[in-house]
């Protein structure tokens, strides 16, 4: 369907994928857990009457702030990402009970459409009259965007046009109010989302109209005059203290191919990021591949928390100063997380490069799982790095965007194992899977058996089926060490056939040919930068793309009080007891004593340590047994 | 004038004492720079013409609140502060410029004043009819403590009654309005202070009745059925989500006398307990003093920044959790110094005790010191422990309770230096200064002769006229060792003379007696107490009474990137070219480099440490020179 006809790396489409390993019981949760809560939380909240046309318009339930904003006005996009996530639980499994719902909601969007194609509750309902005067805030090209993102994903699991053909029209209104052409108005979206939203529908149909209008929001964000100034003035807005009116909060401080620093709200950056990706991977526009490589170098090598996390401050819920890392009161919201591995994938589409590979991994593994419960019934906003108890998972939140993320990253996290090119196959993550593409001609199956991210062998058995030859690249993660690989049994030599950190293989394969990789999860101690002022003087553990943490529950003393050496030899051990089955990390380390420091605050000798044992477990598990503190940056013993 | 004959110690009349040295130096900034600012800005915010009740009702300046406070209620207390403060720079050097100011005020009050004696300009000119509504939050009888103190300042430094006859009526209408008799509202301050000042007008005149007012509120704080409850029904208040909602905040939680953790809002609590060591002074109560060791043990061994700061948190101002001691965030306010200094003062006068004095000192030095610049024209609000140099002193603030408090605490340290009992004199500071003092029947004049807290030798020349014996007590230092004393030459043997902590000759002296006092000034390094996480793995650096930091002027690397051995030898050297002159502390360590580290956040391997050498100076004289990074705690070397 794609215009491009380059090498470039697509995500294969989710009925291609089975699912098992480590992921089936985070879809499991998910399935059991998330989905019915996304819906109940819905209606609980208003959502839905919200919606419905057929109720009484309801009353205002989320004050209305000092833009004129509420939260309320993003409820569209809450239905668009339940009806996402629920498309690709039907993917993953028919379920006619999660399709009658969806159905039920796409009816109650028909109903809401209006003859101009115009769909939004809020503007339609609650504020009828004022729709489009206020891009900056109001979030109507942002619940456009989830929509289409639903409306995509529920056509490519059942067939069904209705909710596609809905938006379709919408589309088409927003492209006549919207464009360069005489009487059109120059805006674009103050919450990015809608870019990539059009993306995905272009490489679903190959409407060119689609990609056009999604390459004019890009090309036409922070061009002076600025659409916001100008909105901002119509509207009569006088002094705005809200962090949304400095244009670097949306990215639209100065057009986007001349941005080379991740500024502003980070959910916000990272949706454009892949909409401008997508847009680079289908135009072969290298200038905004340019940009992309450049906000990317600024984001991992100045801003980008242990977890794959981003964005330290509440005020701005983003960006604030080079190496500013607070651990307690890291903002770090797990949307971010989820728009980051958005944007990791779509690097990838470039070609295989365990570069962006890496952060996709260590985002999806530490920053977005944590926003979940083992359950799936409880969920963060915020991932701080050291909590003192008091920071737990909430049932719901009045800003509900994580939970329906969560649920729709996690039940299509098979399209993110895998991509594939016109000849090539790539796999990004390991996880126990079949894969089925369709490929030179011929059919090609991948099956992927593994214990990662707890055990670094991978077995993948290939299957082909009238097919030449084609490529098959496997990621060497960037953080392992010593890894081997054979084919048949018989030993690959790494250096001579990794490109980008992926074994790449371009070779006529056998039907039963099996590439075996051992990634050694050794456990590794990590210093951070220099200039990370709140780390100064303490250490973290990972192993394989797992961050590590110390957790109350198994290491009964206050975590601040523990020093560890930094050649310490943590020992990898399993309990299956624990936290659905973990490895956790156990070492000695010492403890500051508080026995004998007697009853003032300070004092001239250094207090005694004392001997001890401590055991991490691995951050995205943390708080899922009773309140207690947390620690991911330790201490390190200076102590003699 | 003290119905109380016992051997409790008093500070000294402001007259009585002549300040040089030090402090002479921070006077005349006050005198200078700071009491010209008061008047300005007072004017400026529209303060004065919410007193003139010749000029129109005002309009809102400042909004009001949820509880329907605003910070306008309480400018009463700013005019009250101003002329407490300039009252005391009249009784060191008399100006009728400045009394000229003061008449000018204390005319508008007594215009301000109504026939039945009340007297507050909110209420009376904004707000009519709402007098006595709010005590909880609408600063009342806060405002009448602040004029109190002001007038018997303006007395004992003038003889002028005006202002003092003015106070008087609006107390008999206080008196009238609230206590245990019938018709009377059981009603106490929801900010303390009017408790204190009572008592220090009873000191003044001896009236019982100021002091069973005082008694009244303290033993009326915390009963059941709560006031502040009754009185926000009766206002018809529903949810209050005010941090004030919460008794805590008020010290209104529990009866005083049941009270043993320090709570709630910083300033509050520190004039509460001023207020309770004055009653407990005056009337003998024994369960008053035992609450307020209690509270002090409490302060003292779980929230007290090495600043003398306290109140870690914005939200309410005050207090948190045990051992929480954020550096970046610290709230610390000046305010709560200062509050704290009264209160030290006050338990000094159970008789000189060198663990009051010691964090007396501590604060005044450090926490207090740090709210003012060196000229006195600038002021900080907040006191962090470490700053990325955004932290800087403002030349006003919207609630500007900080300056005049710094300026009538500066203004009048004369009366922190020396404490009077019947026939006792305690020098509890340290400065060059002459204090007259009536005792035994006979005059007696001490001179100290020191450049403390540059260096640690004091010279106490002691003149006597007719005078039979007295005892002498000068402090030794908590924090000091191996001090030494000799009397007119001769070694005096500390061990067996000195009593909490006080050096304490009973004898009779001589006229040209001299007591030298050498106090050696080492530097010491100090160790945080195991459980404060925001110091793991860090240490402090103090000599004498002063805390030391580094600051980016001195030390042209992000402080973060230092690394200090806990044995490491530091250096004083007076610098007279920097900071108007002080002693700064030099040292050899090490710097983490960036050099060599990559572009990555995170790695495997110990940064390198290279070798640097350091300067630290008296925290209290930072962010004096261009912007730039402060740091208190300093990451222990822990590499080999």
């Known amino acids: 369907m794609s215009v491009s006809e380059s090498h470039t790396y697509r995500p294969p489409s989710l009925p291609q994928i089975s699912v098992g390993g480590f992921w089936r019981s985070r879809i499991a949760a998910v399935r059991e857990h998330t989905a019915p809560v996304l819906y109940e939380r819905a209606v609980a909240a208003g959502t839905l009457d919200q919606v419905d046309v057929d109720k009484p318009v309801p009353e205002l339930r989320i004050p209305i702030g000092p833009s004129g904003d509420t939260q309320q006005m993003f409820w569209d996009s809450d239905i668009g990402k339940i009806i996402e996530a629920y498309a690709y639980l039907v993917s993953d499994k028919r379920d006619p009970a999660i399709e009658e719902r969806v159905d039920y909601l796409v009816g109650l969007l028909k109903k809401l459409q209006q003859p101009d194609g115009y769909l939004n509750s809020w503007f339609t309902r609650m504020q009828p009259g004022k729709r489009w ?120 401080h100065k057009p986007v191919r001349e941005q080379d620093k991740v500024v502003g709200h980070a959910v916000r950056a990272m949706y454009l990021y892949s909409g401008m990706a997508d847009v680079a991977m289908e135009t ?49 919201e797990t949307c971010a997380s989820i728009g980051l591995v958005f944007w990791a994938r779509r690097m990838l589409g470039f ?85 089925h593409f369709d490929i030179a001609g011929g059919k090609v199956t991948l099956t992927q058996e593994t214990r990662y991210p707890w055990d670094g062998k991978v077995a993948i058995r290939v299957g082909v089926e009238n097919v030449d030859r084609f ?116 070492a000695p380390a010492r403890l500051v004593a508080t026995e004998g420091w007697g009853t003032t605050l300070y004092r001239e000798s250094a207090p005694l340590l004392v001997d001890t044992t401590i055991t991490a477990v691995p951050y995205f598990a943390w708080d899922n047994r009773e309140a207690g503190e947390m620690l991911v940056w330790m201490p390190v013993d200076s102590q003699g």
């Open 133 to 252: 005067t206020n891009l900056r805030d109001c979030h109507e090209m942002y619940n456009a965007g989830h929509l289409l993102e639903g409306a995509v994903a529920y056509y490519q699991a059942t067939g069904k046009r209705e909710f596609l053909d809905i938006m379709e029209r919408y589309l088409d209104h927003i492209a006549d109010q919207f464009g360069t052409g005489e009487g059109q108005k120059r805006g674009y979206p103050g919450h990015e989302e809608l870019e990539l939203a059009l993306m995905s529908l272009y490489r679903l149909t190959g409407d060119q109209k689609r990609l056009d209008l999604a390459s004019y929001f890009i090309n036409e964000r922070g061009r002076l005059p600025h659409y916001f100034d100008q909105e901002a003035a119509d509207r009569g807005e006088k002094v705005n203290k809200r962090p949304s009116a400095n244009h670097e909060y949306s990215q639209s």
């Open 471 to 586: 490529t098959l690249s496997a990621r060497i993660p960037g953080w392992s060490r010593n890894t081997t690989a054979t084919l048949n049994g018989d030993k690959v030599e790494l250096e001579m056939n990794v490109q980008d950190g992926y074994l790449t293989l371009d070779r006529q394969w056998k039907d039963g040919d099996i590439l075996v990789l051992t990634i050694p999860l050794d456990t590794r101690v990590i210093w951070p930068h220099p200039e990370i002022r709140q780390n100064a003087g303490r250490i973290a553990l990972a192993r394989g793309p797992l961050l590590y943490c110390l957790a109350s529950a198994d290491n009964p003393f206050p975590l601040n009080r523990i020093r560890v050496r930094p050649d310490t030899s943590f020992v990898p051990e399993f309990r299956q007891d624990i936290l659905d089955g973990v490895t956790v990390l156990k």
């Open 284 to 332: 072969g526009d290298d200038s905004l591949r340019q940009a992309l490589d450049k906000l990317w170098d600024d984001l991992t090598s100045k801003r980008l928390y242990l977890t794959g996390g981003m964005g330290p401050s509440k005020e701005n819920e983003g960006f604030t100063a080079d190496y500013d890392f607070p651990n307690e009161s890291a903002y770090a």
């Open 351 to 435: 070609g295989p490069n365990t570069r962006y590979a890496d952060v996709m991994e260590q985002a999806l593994y530490n920053g977005v799982l944590s926003g979940m419960s083992l359950d799936g019934a409880k969920f963060f906003y915020e991932n701080p790095l050291e909590s003192r108890g008091d920071h737990r998972r909430w049932e719901w939140h009045q800003c509900p965007c994580c939970p329906p993320n969560l649920a729709r990253l996690t039940a299509s996290i098979g399209t993110y194992i895998y991509g594939q090119s016109e000849n090539g196959i790539a796999v990004h993550l390991f996880c126990d899977s079949t894969g």
